[in-house]
């Protein structure tokens, strides 16, 4: 694959591309269009939609647009597990640690906080 036919994702940077870097790439409407270099949008890989990546993810090919190669998305969220514990932490300090003998022995059913 020739560079000139690739455009780098680059967060902050404007999507420009060929080998003398005068093309550019904009989004319209929800699909990439070719433009000069000077009207390239500038790539933002932490915004919250998939959008955004999924129009550089499904540039079809045939329509002299570059191949977009390099970080298409970078949104940073709070890992499941973290909340996991939290909430786990919040309940154990409002109600104590328990013990599992008293949940095994309390009946088949109970009540969840």
Request: with cysteine; hydrophobic share 35%; charged share 30%.
């Amino acid at each position: 694959m020739r560079a000139e036919k690739t455009v780098e994702l680059e967060a902050g940077q404007p999507m420009v591309f060929g080998s003398d870097r005068d093309k550019g790439l904009r989004v319209r409407n929800y699909e990439a269009e070719l433009c000069r270099a000077d009207e390239a949008d500038v790539w933002n890989p932490s915004v919250a939609s998939t959008a955004p990546a999924m129009v550089m993810a499904e540039i079809r090919r045939g329509l002299d647009l570059p191949v977009p190669i390099g970080v298409f998305r970078d949104v940073q969220r709070p890992l499941f597990e973290d909340s996991v514990h939290a909430q786990i932490d919040e309940q154990t300090k409002k109600k104590g640690p328990g013990k599992l003998r008293d949940l095994v022995y309390s009946g088949d059913t109970w009540e969840v906080g």
